[in-house]
């Protein structure tokens, strides 16, 4: 056995690794295929962009107010549930901390909005 086969781990008559890694193809593009890619990327990049719907400004900050509003809705309910699972020893210390509250910072009382009436609440029972 030659120095030179002793490096090599490979079996009798099999490809070598670049042979075997570049599946047959050329090892590396060189400036023609790269300019080429690029050429295509911009081609497939207008045409992308020409694709895409247009959306105006108003349209998006339409979006996100609905957005915001499904988050405010989502957080009055869950709030709203909290209290009707609270017992009735916790609403009276939640009732008595917002007048302390009031008073010492010398504001009015505020009634916290998830205990405000909205549309569609059930009816409460206490």
Do not use: C
């Amino acid at each position: 056995m030659r120095s030179k086969d002793k490096h090599w781990s490979r079996a009798a008559g099999e490809a070598s690794a670049p042979e075997r890694f570049a599946e047959g193809r050329a090892k590396g593009m060189g400036a023609v295929g790269r300019m080429e890619i690029e050429r295509l990327k911009r081609q497939w990049r207008t045409e992308w962009e020409a694709e895409q719907a247009r959306v105006s400004p108003e349209e998006v900050r339409a979006s996100i107010e609905r957005k915001v509003e499904a988050f405010r809705t989502t957080l009055r309910r869950r709030e709203r549930r909290d209290w009707a699972r609270l017992s009735q020893e916790a609403r009276d210390a939640f009732v008595a901390y917002t007048r302390l509250r009031a008073r010492d910072l010398g504001g009015e009382l505020e009634v916290p909005y998830f205990l405000q009436e909205a549309e569609g609440d059930a009816p409460r029972e206490n």
